[in-house]
């Protein structure tokens, strides 16, 4: 009898595959010698939801899984990554998930993607994630059989990677820079001596979360940060729904949110009817059940209206954030996420209310990914991967400080 012996994978030093994971989404990039590309987690779809149903004897995840949030919510394991730790469990019939075990079967899913890909990974990660959920995701994703080579704060990884841009030519604020910015892959060391301060607006299903960064010639720091649950995603898609179902009582006297597969239609075209609303074009609902039909149409101004509250609070608690941060001056710049520019009228009130002296500008939907394959591609492969934690230090490869200390990368 032949035994089957494994082979071990060789991984490419050259490559490198950015990891952007937050409460929404997960989504990867690739870093090497062709240059940066997507690799899509879910085709033709290039980022997948972070969320797993129960309902079926298999385990769905992603776009499958969010096809059923609205119809069986009870089903749904979603918005689990600030709960790793903790012992907080999602049941229904056979199927009981912790976060962890829930993050555990979405890595195993995509582990196949990654491995053909022969690259060590770099993980973004939220910044309202404590230290040891930072070291327990670390862990998790080498015990699924991942090369790791850094784990970062998303907010510390777009300012690192990117910051070298507000020295170059860039096309107007009321441009979308997004191109520009993704294709910098300066290091940070080759900023000017005086040090300059960012701010990074990001939301996901958890929170609206908001970072100053401080960039110096040789380290990126953390100077504030702060995350507002009652400001995240999934609140704001409430209140759109909540929008279009008084639209809809005022034109047939019909509630969708009455008809569970109707409140999924709407669901699932929130993040296009979103993307019109940013572009200043007539959104269109259609509300089908199996008794009846209805399209709506809808301006960006009325939802901005239904959303005037919520992009009002955030734009008074973002400012206040940064104002509390730099004492000195104005930000140079605030940079949106591509998620959180799209929140109806939160762009506009940002625009309206920002210093003389800081730029609005807009990521690209990839940056955090891409941020993080192209920083970390410029630092040598290390036996154990690193960590980053409130700071960057860009002299010493393969060292970071964490709250004023130096200490090894292990």
Known sequence: MFWGRRVAREIDPTRTIGVELNASIIRSACWGPEGLRQIPLQPPAEEMPLCVALHQRHLLYGQAAQAVAR?????????FLPSLGHSQQWRFGRHCLTA????????????????????????????????????GLARLFRRMG??????????????????????????????NTSKTLVQTNQPARDLRQAPITVGIVDVDAFALSAAVVGLTPDTTRLLAFSAWPRLGLSVWYNR????VADHCIRLCRRDPRDWPEAEQGLFEQLPYALEQCYAGQTIRWLVRTDEWYQELHMVPEELEGYCASLAQTAEQ???????????????RALWMTSRASRLPGLNRQLQWNKSPGTRLEILSPSAIAQAAATLTAHWPPTEQPMYLDGTISLSVPGRLAVAGHNIPAT
């Open 317 to 331: 608690v973002i400012r206040q954030l940064t104002q509390d941060a730099t004492n000195s001056g104005p930000l």
């Open 71 to 79: 119809t069986m919510p009870h089903a749904i394991c979603d918005n």
């Open 146 to 175: 991942c090369t790791l080579r850094a784990v970062l704060l998303a907010p510390l990884g777009v300012a690192a990677a990117f910051a070298p841009a507000l020295y170059s030519h860039l096309p107007s604020p009321t441009q």
């Open 240 to 243: 759109v729904l909540d929008a």
């Open 100 to 135: 962890e075990s829930a993050l555990e079967t979405i890595l195993l899913h995509l582990r196949p993607v990654w491995e053909s890909q022969a690259a060590p990974l770099a993980v973004a990660v939220p910044a309202y994630l404590s230290a040891g959920q930072v070291q």
